[in-house]
């Protein structure tokens, strides 16, 4: 089970010390010329992500691995990657990245591909039942195989006792070995974050019914 970090009193910090352990940072991926209030919440957002994880560091220790979903090269060609994928949290990764942390080979480039194409074939409105069932058994697949991937590839590379900070959707079904612990980060704008997103998803769906029932 995930642990938020505010559930870790000081005096008990100590017994969470020993044994792998991941720090696990929620990610929205925006597209540009979103509002300025969606733009400072999501600045507020990152802000308090960095706190909240140097807290977790100066507690537990430095995290010597980052892991970000889709990112399929290590280094500056991963770091690369990051920035045009999610630009927001680029800089509190290039600054983990400067000061120990190693920005990991996360995903299998093909599986992130094929899982990308099966959910454009779903989003088009297939007609034929056969070929949506096709489209939906490829994507679950495929969205399994990523999963299994990213755990897989934190087993191998977290050493006993190392730490590392993972970077992916809040709707993930990675499935993490048990010996490894969970610090799942979730600071206070988080909520405020989500409640936004809602909205504009709302207001998204209404403006395309209200097109749809003009057309």
């Known amino acids: 089970m995930s642990t938020p970090i505010t559930n870790i009193p000081k005096p008990e910090a100590k017994r969470f010390k020993d044994g792998r352990k991941v720090f696990l940072v929620p990610i929205y991926i925006i597209p540009p010329g979103i509002s300025d209030e ?17 807290n977790l560091e100066s507690t537990l ?62 989003s088009v409105g297939l007609l034929s039942e056969k070929v949506s069932s096709a489209a939906l058994n490829g994507y679950q697949d495929s969205t399994t195989r990523r999963y299994e991937y990213i755990s897989n590839r934190i087993d191998t590379i977290l050493k006993p006792d190392g730490i590392a900070v993972l970077f992916i959707r809040e709707d993930h079904r990675v499935q993490f070995p048990t010996d490894i612990q969970i610090f799942y980060i979730a600071p206070p704008s988080l909520e405020s974050l989500k409640q936004w997103l809602d909205d ?3 207001k998204s769906s209404d403006s395309d019914a209200a097109s749809g029932e003009t057309s």
């Open 200 to 202: 504009q998803f709302r």
């Open 38 to 54: 969606g733009d400072a919440i999501l600045e507020r957002y990152w802000t308090e992500v960095r706190d909240h994880l140097n």
């Open 61 to 122: 220790g430095k995290a010597s691995h980052i892991f970000h979903e889709a990112i399929f090269d290590a280094g500056d060609v991963g770091m690369k990657a990051v920035e045009i994928l999610n630009l927001k949290a680029y800089p509190l990764i290039q600054e983990m990245s400067k000061s120990g942390g190693k920005l990991e080979a996360t995903e299998d480039k093909m599986a992130v591909h094929e899982s990308s194409d099966w959910q454009r074939c779903l």
